[in-house]
């Protein structure tokens, strides 16, 4: 690594690597509550209030909307208040949302109650990310895969909660997701810092400039410029698409495996044997990411994932999850470190988080139709197959997005749009 180490050579681990840490965990209860715990309380919900499939799933949908429209207003306040008091005021709001929907008993409250957590929780996403970003620049994409394998590991102990609810009921289960904000994401919450310089360190963990060396903390574009260059649409484009497919199809996985006749049960251990194949996966991602051209292997990726929709679309029989397990998971796991770094690449950290957020709320807007829309597939037609095979299509429109992103935009007068 170029440069010199830091003054804290006391120190025998970077403190940057304690935030990776820390956004490692948060995003392990971002996973479980969010992304995978719903469908493991689907069917008992569907089955104990008769709501119709897509209504319900449409709460999933929502949280994209909600996330999107949201991350703007996350980055704003991240810039004001500092990335710690955000997501600790996230880590209250989240665990009180999942505390309603414990006690719900109507459709509204079910999306009341959602709504609230989805708006805490979703600062436990920007914020890492954003804290990251600022304390890495030539490890940046390793970093971000290495917290973002919480996320996968959200789903590893998804087995633990579909037995709590099977055991104790979906809303104690749930109950104590929402405590577990409180007890723990909140603590980790406070170790994050988005200044190295307030420590004493500067990015990477050196003391002089180098190829991977420092890199001032304002230094980019404005979100303003940012926003009319042609590397930001096309890369709104490539991320919009892959998590278009993950967004419809993790909230109804385990109800659709139920009418192939495939368990609840093995549907969960499916899930922790995705988050044990999506680990290596985004770790991979980031590893490339920083040794090879990032739009070339985010093109690899998004092609994986179209591969492994169509495939999902075809299961019938319990060994055919390795199809979701090895294609899809890894899919689309390796394209997330590649995207949130790429706009630190692109764009530099100035104002990292209102463009990853606006990113997000664009994205958000098609995102909130997807579990919805394949709810509505499944409860027309009887199966969620044509739902599949759809947005597996579409989603090979990713790669040829992801190949025309320029490779570099902090000039923004050479990439307007």
């Given at each position: 690594m170029a440069g010199t180490p830091s003054s804290h050579t006391d120190r025998r681990i970077f403190y940057g690597w304690y935030i990776v840490g820390a956004s490692f965990l948060l995003q392990t209860y971002y996973g479980l509550s969010l992304a995978y715990g719903f469908g493991v309380i689907?069917?008992?919900?569907?089955?104990?209030?008769?709501?119709?499939?897509?209504?319900?799933?449409?709460?999933?949908?929502?949280?994209?909307?909600?996330?999107?429209?949201?991350?703007?207003?996350?980055?704003?306040?991240?810039?004001?208040?500092?990335?710690?008091?955000?997501?600790?005021?996230?880590s209250i709001c989240g665990g009180v949302g999942l505390l309603i929907v414990s006690r719900i008993d109507t459709l509204p409250l079910f999306y009341f109650g959602f709504a609230v957590a989805g708006l805490g929780i979703g600062t436990m996403w920007l914020g890492p990310l954003t804290a990251i970003a600022h304390w890495f620049r030539g490890r940046r994409a390793f970093a971000m895969a290495l917290a973002g394998c919480g996320y996968a590991?959200?789903?590893?102990?998804?087995?633990?909660?579909?037995?709590?609810?099977?055991?104790?009921?979906?809303?104690?289960?749930?109950?104590?997701?929402?405590?577990?904000?409180?007890?723990?994401?909140?603590?980790?919450a406070l170790?994050?810092?988005?200044?190295?310089?307030?420590?004493?360190?500067?990015?990477?963990?050196?003391?002089?400039?180098?190829?991977?060396?420092?890199?001032?903390?304002?230094?980019?574009?404005?979100?303003?410029?940012?926003?009319?260059?042609?590397?930001?649409?096309?890369?709104?484009?490539?991320?919009?698409?892959?998590?278009?497919?993950?967004?419809?199809?993790?909230?109804?996985?385990?109800?659709?495996?139920?009418?192939?006749?495939?368990?609840?049960?093995?549907?969960?251990?499916?899930?922790?044997?995705?988050?044990?194949?999506?680990?290596?996966?985004?770790?991979?991602?980031?590893?490339?990411?920083?040794?090879?051209?990032?739009?070339?292997?985010?093109?690899?990726?998004?092609?994986?994932?179209?591969?492994?929709?169509?495939?999902?679309?075809?299961?019938?029989?319990?060994?055919?999850?390795?199809?979701?397990?090895?294609?899809v998971g890894p899919g689309y796991q390796m394209t997330m470190p590649l995207i949130t770094s790429l706009i630190g690449d692109l764009f530099g950290v100035r104002s990292y988080a209102v463009i990853l957020g606006t990113a997000t709320l664009i994205g958000g807007v098609f995102w909130f139709g997807a579990p919805p829309f394949a709810g509505w597939v499944a409860d027309t037609y009887g199966s969620y197959r044509p739902a599949w095979i759809v947005l597996g299509a579409v989603t090979l429109l990713g790669p040829p997005l992801a190949l025309m992103i320029p490779r570099r935009s902090l000039d923004p007068q050479s990439d307007r749009v």
């Open positions: 689907l069917p008992p919900v569907l089955e104990e209030t008769g709501w119709s499939r897509a209504e319900t799933s449409a709460i999933y949908g929502f949280w994209a909307l909600e996330g999107g429209l949201m991350a703007p207003v996350y980055g704003y306040l991240i810039d004001r208040w500092g990335v710690r008091t955000v997501v600790v005021l996230g590991f959200g789903a590893l102990v998804l087995p633990l909660f579909e037995w709590a609810v099977a055991t104790y009921g979906w809303r104690a289960s749930l109950a104590g997701i929402g405590v577990g904000a409180f007890a723990c994401c909140i603590p980790l170790t994050l810092r988005d200044d190295p310089a307030s420590l004493g360190y500067s990015v990477d963990g050196v003391s002089e400039p180098g190829e991977k060396g420092p890199e001032p903390e304002a230094s980019g574009l404005t979100a303003r410029e940012a926003f009319v260059t042609r590397a930001f649409w096309f890369l709104v484009g490539a991320y919009t698409l892959c998590t278009l497919a993950k967004t419809a199809l993790l909230p109804h996985m385990i109800q659709y495996l139920s009418e192939v006749n495939i368990s609840s049960q093995i549907g969960a251990y499916a899930f922790a044997a995705f988050a044990v194949a999506s680990t290596p996966s985004r770790l991979l991602g980031g590893l490339l990411g920083d040794r090879y051209d990032k739009r070339r292997v985010l093109a690899v990726a998004l092609s994986i994932l179209s591969v492994g929709m169509f495939g999902v679309a075809f299961i019938t029989q319990p060994w055919h999850l390795c199809v979701f397990v090895l294609v």
